[in-house]
């Protein structure tokens, strides 16, 4: 099973992409996931990608292409993978299907998880995650501890420069200009599958198992 998790930064696709993952036990790739890491580690691709993502801005498109058919590769996508936040341009999505027709397969579904703007803001200023294990946090309805210590794995709890509400600005307008029309590009493949993003997690998890059925 092949499955793209699309939609605008904080409608839920890392909370839900755990939920698939385990339902179908297939690999979770997160691009923004694997540049966190990189970033974090200092590596070339990191330090590469490091002032896009800090403002918001798309990591170039070569870049992320070189990372994705690297890990599409990996003998654990045998069977199938779950692709969140990629791909997010028309060159990324137009490759993808290169890339998986010269492997002799395609993608099964695309599920499009909706919010309003208002919604997917307030999500996002206030969301706080750890950066090691990545758990999330949100400032009002979820408040992390106080010390900032993750209580699962003791990793510092932070809020992504990214979350901050210039940058989370940015990438709601960086997707609707360079990500949006994905939608298009998909529906008139017939693969689009739409999910109401703004309910609570449990309701979007039913409702997305249910457009994956
Ligand atoms: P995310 O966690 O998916 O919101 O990604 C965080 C950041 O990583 C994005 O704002 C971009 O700077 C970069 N990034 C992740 N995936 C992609 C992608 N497919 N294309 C370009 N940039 C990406």
Redesign the pocket.
Known sequence: MIIVLLGP?GTG??TQAAAVKNRFGIPHI????I??RNLAEGTPLGLK?KG??EK??????GL?LELVSDRLREPDCAKGFLL??????PV?AEELDRLLALQGTRIDHVALLEAPDGTVVGRLSGRRVCKSCGAVWHQTHNPPPESMICPKCSGEIYQRA?DAAEAVLN?LK?YASQTGPLIGYYENKGLIRRVDGSKPPAEVEKALFQALS
């Open positions: 930064p696709k890392g997160s691009t923004g996931d540049f966190r990608a896009y993502m918001g801005e798309l990591v170039p498109d992320v969140d936040g990629f791909p997010r341009t990324q990214d990438r960086v």
